[in-house]
């Protein structure tokens, strides 16, 4: 084996074993939403899904992976492989020397990778798409990025924004759309019943919108820091604002220096950015996230500097890494939701939760779908005891109203706190 090829292996193991730190975390409400509605069959997971948003792919692959085990690190071994295949993918993109290992490495390092890599969802299988198909896009096999396009769209919707980006690098590759067109025409109808869903959500979940997509003003700032620094915040303020102008200072610098690929890393990294900015005007979509196979394009942008000035801008990546990692792996902050944790302490208590929704979470469906859970609109004067979560009442009751209510006949006697999910409260009568 030859030094090169010893490298990129060196370099693949470093990103799985930097996708195995914390593999345990619990499901946060996403996650769990994902491994309840992936344990439906095929049929429902094809036909029954119209209040999620998502097309199946990802839950098809999910429910066969779910047939060897529930437990959350065989779960994340999904995504993991899909991220660490990312990892050799991009050499093969970036070309097979220093450029292409210096873009392994930077992508087997980098923290938002690593986070995603981690996440029981599809965000980690459409950055490995996104890399195969512009690696089919950049050698004119158009044919098979037509079909990985196909993947694409059937694992997330703002897919549609890579493919727009590789009609402006490649105007010829449009005709091939038309075969991912035939080959996603099954899913359209079910496209237009999730649609449909989704744009009645305000009705019922007025502050969602803000959730689901970030404000104009922080948002193509906020998808580069993060492709970056990975998500992260440091205490006090004005620190984290040195650190921002500094993270933005070396993606400047790296920009400027990079002379690998310039339209195509451009067009890849601007077009997607750019056209999921316009549609959040109307539809929320800007989350840095949903943008993932785009993050590839920031990385050979650093790496082409990082060939130019080698110990200066390699010292300066590796860096922000470091920082973005420890901080994700030390912090239970900066971690997943502490549902697992909550809920196990839930189950010693022998009481009643009431949640401010009108449904209880996803992840008591998940890890005690028999725990008494009551919702806001059923809470009776009869209650002895309860629970009271206020998670995202931000969003269902941005006033606090249920809580003054609860106050009104009941005391407080206890609180805890967990991380991602937030205090719960407990209420005695006051007869």
Same mark, same amino acid.
């Given at each position: 084996?030859?030094?090169?090829?010893?490298?990129?292996?060196?370099?693949?193991?470093?990103?799985?074993?930097?996708?195995?730190?914390?593999?345990?975390?619990?499901?946060?409400?996403?996650?769990?939403?994902?491994?309840?509605?992936?344990?439906?069959?095929?049929?429902?997971?094809?036909?029954?899904?119209?209040?999620?948003?998502?097309?199946?792919?990802?839950?098809?692959?999910?429910?066969?992976?779910?047939?060897?085990?529930?437990?959350?690190?065989?779960?994340?071994?999904?995504?993991?492989?899909?991220?660490?295949?990312?990892?050799?993918?991009?050499?093969?993109?970036?070309?097979?020397?220093?450029?292409?290992?210096?873009?392994?490495?930077?992508?087997?390092?980098?923290?938002?990778?690593?986070?995603?890599?981690?996440?029981?969802?599809?965000?980690?299988?459409?950055?490995?798409? @996104?890399?195969? !198909?512009? =690696?089919? /896009?950049?050698?004119? #096999?158009? *044919?098979?990025?037509? $079909?990985?396009?196909?993947?694409?769209?059937?694992?997330?919707?703002?897919?549609?924004?890579?493919?727009?980006?590789?009609?402006?690098?490649?105007?010829?590759?449009?005709?091939?759309?038309?075969?991912?067109?035939?080959?996603?025409?099954?899913?359209?109808?079910?496209?237009?019943?999730?649609?449909?869903?989704?744009?009645?959500?305000?009705?019922?979940?007025? @502050?969602?919108? !803000?959730? =689901?997509? /970030?404000?104009?003003? #922080?948002? *193509?700032?906020?998808? $580069?820091?993060?492709?970056?620094?990975?998500?992260?915040?440091?205490?006090?303020?004005?620190?984290?604002?040195?650190?921002?102008?500094?993270?933005?200072?070396?993606?400047?610098?790296?920009?400027?220096?990079?002379?690998?690929?310039?339209?195509?890393?451009?067009?890849?990294?601007?077009?997607?950015?750019?056209?999921?900015?316009?549609?959040?005007?109307?539809?929320?979509?800007?989350?840095?996230?949903? /943008?993932?196979?785009?993050?590839?394009?920031?990385?050979? $942008?650093?790496?082409?500097?990082?060939?130019?000035?080698?110990?200066?801008?390699?010292?300066?990546?590796?860096?922000?890494?470091?920082?973005?990692?420890?901080?994700?792996?030390?912090?239970?902050?900066?971690?997943?939701?502490?549902?697992?944790?909550?809920?196990?302490?839930?189950?010693?208590?022998?009481?009643?939760?009431?949640?401010?929704?009108?449904?209880?979470?996803?992840?008591?469906?998940?890890?005690?779908?028999?725990?008494?859970?009551?919702?806001?609109?059923?809470?009776?004067?009869?209650?002895?005891?309860?629970?009271?979560?206020?998670?995202?009442?931000?969003?269902?009751?941005?006033?606090?109203?249920?809580?003054?209510?609860?106050?009104?006949?009941?005391?407080?006697?206890?609180?805890?706190?967990?991380?991602?999910?937030?205090?719960?409260?407990?209420?005695?009568?006051?007869?």
């Amino acid at each position: 084996m030859g030094k090169e090829k010893i490298i990129i292996v060196l370099i693949i193991l470093l990103g799985l074993g930097l996708r195995l730190v914390n593999l345990n975390q619990s499901l946060w409400l996403d996650e769990a939403a994902q491994a309840n509605l992936s344990s439906l069959s095929l049929s429902q997971i094809w036909f029954n899904r119209q209040a999620d948003f998502h097309p199946p792919l990802f839950y098809i692959l999910a429910h066969y992976w779910m047939q060897v085990s529930h437990s959350e690190v065989w779960l994340r071994l999904l995504p993991v492989m899909f991220g660490v295949i990312s990892v050799g993918l991009i050499y093969l993109l970036a070309g097979k020397d220093k450029f292409g290992i210096l873009s392994a490495f930077f992508l087997a390092i980098n923290p938002y990778h690593i986070y995603y890599s981690q996440e029981f969802r599809s965000y980690s299988l459409l950055a490995m798409l @996104g890399l195969l !198909s512009m =690696l089919f /896009l950049k050698q004119k #096999k158009y *044919i098979w990025m037509a $079909i990985v396009n196909t993947l694409i769209l059937y694992t997330h919707y703002s897919g549609i924004f890579l493919i727009l980006a590789q009609f402006i690098i490649s105007p010829s590759s449009i005709i091939y759309f038309l075969i991912s067109i035939i080959l996603y025409a099954p899913w359209i109808p079910r496209f237009v019943e999730q649609f449909q869903g989704g744009v009645n959500i305000d009705s019922y979940l007025p @502050g969602w919108r !803000s959730v =689901l997509t /970030l404000s104009p003003m #922080k948002a *193509i700032p906020e998808i $580069i820091f993060k492709f970056m620094a990975g998500r992260i915040n440091l205490m006090p303020k004005w620190i984290y604002a040195i650190y921002i102008l500094f993270v933005f200072g070396v993606t400047g610098f790296g920009i400027f220096l990079n002379r690998f690929e310039r339209k195509l890393l451009w067009l890849w990294l601007g077009i997607p950015i750019l056209a999921s900015f316009i549609l959040s005007f109307w539809i929320p979509q800007t989350q840095p996230f949903r /943008l993932l196979f785009s993050l590839p394009a920031l990385i050979m $942008i650093l790496a082409g500097a990082a060939t130019r000035f080698p110990k200066t801008f390699f010292t300066l990546v590796v860096y922000i890494s470091i920082v973005g990692n420890v901080l994700y792996f030390t912090r239970p902050r900066l971690q997943r939701e502490q549902w697992r944790q909550a809920i196990n302490f839930l189950q010693t208590q022998n009481s009643p939760v009431v949640v401010n929704f009108f449904d209880k979470f996803a992840p008591f469906y998940w890890y005690a779908p028999q725990l008494p859970v009551v919702t806001s609109d059923k809470v009776t004067s009869d209650m002895r005891e309860f629970w009271y979560m206020e998670y995202l009442t931000g969003l269902t009751d941005p006033g606090n109203k249920m809580k003054f209510e609860i106050e009104k006949n009941w005391k407080l006697v206890d609180t805890r706190n967990f991380e991602g999910v937030g205090l719960i409260y407990k209420y005695e009568s006051r007869n």
